[in-house]
């Protein structure tokens, strides 16, 4: 068996382990470690993993992902989502669809503190959800608002996928993160759109709007000034250069343990819950960062990116072409695969073909980021795309009076918002690097 047929089998494996539900990590883990073995043998693979995976574990850089999560989990437990909640509808509840909008741009606030998608989606639509079905929106618009907005967490910083590809290509992650606002703002913008259309097309899935008074305005604005204040300290402080990412995620998670001990929302139990979700969701992003590390290593024996590097290099086709290529590619990848495993095993491979072609005439830091954002963009879409889509799924279990098809027919609209954002970015590139060309 040559080389290249071990690299597909391996391959190959991986993906039926996935579909089979078998644990991201571990589907990516034996696969990787069978094709090391056949290809090298049980001592070169021993040898391997002596190093490897307390080369992995030890990077410094990587511990800005626990702090991140830390920060995220206490400001859940901490019951900041409820305010953003309340001070979006305030604002928005006067427009038809205005509680559904506000879903949207609480999942955006959240999602800059939190760092997490499903943490996003899951805490918001806990708050949300109730009320948009006690006022009679439709079970398909509810779910598929709240599944969608989820997915800003994928792209907004301190994003974990968005900090893990930072750290995969070696770029700066505070520029990752300027480069990814401007994206992230054309989301939310689409997403009002779809909602703002959807209401007008069908109006029986929204209630007719009702204004909140200026009191009430006025006391959710109050409410929410915590989070205003992590926001500026923590994002203001790396973006100054007064501290790096890391640095300012020990600081934010700090500030938000205190605020919300002194609002009286932290007590042990939930600060031990705190904990132990980051940690548990920490524990599982570097498995797969090990899984993914092994499959990767077993691949590049078997010369299999190489290969496909230099077919690519000798296509015949635009640069332009070939990245939409790519973005299709993620978008099935995505059936099968969470955005972090498809980051961790496709960008060691895919990332020197994308550095290796001219796009526009961009400079190589510009690409990287360029790049990044894309991917992160496709990953938004993996996150709602039928058939799988894990925040449908998230949804599903919070929201099980509403048949999984229901949302994923209320999810059309945003995917259509969703893949007019991917061509806007891929056509002009100075959508994502515009602020970081300004503010570095």
Not at 109 to 138: H, L, W
Request: charged share 10%; glycine share 8%; with cysteine.
């Amino acid at each position: 068996m040559s080389e290249m047929t071990v690299g597909l089998a391996v391959f190959g494996l991986m993906l039926v382990l996935m579909a089979v539900r078998i644990p991201i990590a571990i589907a990516m883990f034996v696969p990787g470690a069978l094709g090391y073995i056949f290809l090298s043998g049980w001592s070169p693979l021993l040898s391997h993993l002596k190093g490897a995976v307390y080369g992995r574990v030890s990077v410094y850089d990587l511990s800005v992902i626990p702090l991140f999560m830390l920060m995220g989990a206490l400001a859940v437990q901490g019951g900041l989502s409820k305010a953003l909640f309340d001070f979006a509808n305030a604002l928005l509840g006067r427009f038809k669809g205005g509680m559904a909008m506000a879903s949207v741009l609480a999942c955006a606030a959240f999602g800059s503190i939190s760092g997490s998608t499903v943490a996003t989606t899951a805490t918001i639509a806990q708050v949300a959800y109730p009320q948009m079905r006690r006022i009679n929106y439709s079970g398909r618009l509810a779910t598929a608002v709240l599944a969608t907005g989820g997915t800003m967490g994928v792209l907004l910083p301190p994003s974990v996928t968005l900090m893990v590809y930072a750290i995969l290509t070696e770029q700066n992650i505070t520029k990752m993160f300027l480069a990814a606002y401007v994206p992230a703002l054309l989301a939310a913008v689409g997403y009002l759109i779809a909602i703002a259309v959807m209401v007008r097309i069908h109006p029986e899935h929204a209630p007719e709007a009702e204004a909140a008074s200026a009191s009430a305005v006025l006391q959710a604005t109050l409410k929410v000034w915590p989070i205003l204040t992590i926001f500026l300290i923590v994002f203001g402080g790396i973006y100054g250069g007064l501290f790096t990412a890391t640095e300012g995620a020990s600081i934010g998670t700090l500030l938000t343990f205190v605020i919300t001990a002194v609002r009286g929302e932290m007590n042990f139990k939930r600060f031990a819950s705190a904990v132990r979700t980051a940690a548990q969701t920490s524990g599982m992003i570097f498995l797969i960062f090990i899984g993914a590390d092994m499959i990767n290593a077993s691949l590049a024996l078997s010369q299999l990116p190489a290969h496909l590097a230099d077919v690519v290099g000798h296509m015949q086709i635009s640069p332009v072409v070939l990245m939409a290529c790519v973005m299709l590619f993620y978008v099935l990848l995505g059936c099968v695969m969470d955005e972090m495993s498809m980051i961790l095993l496709t960008v060691p491979t895919l990332f020197p073909v994308i550095m290796g072609m001219d796009f526009f005439g961009l400079a190589p830091s510009d690409k990287a980021l360029w790049f990044g954002i894309l991917i992160l963009t496709v990953c938004e879409i993996g996150m709602i795309f039928p058939p799988v889509g894990l925040n449908v799924y998230i949804m599903n279990g919070l929201a099980k009076d509403v048949p999984m098809s229901e949302t994923y027919k209320g999810v059309v609209p945003f995917l259509i918002t969703d893949f007019l954002r991917l061509a806007l970015l891929i056509a002009f590139p100075s959508l994502a690097l515009w602020l970081v060309h300004q503010l570095t």
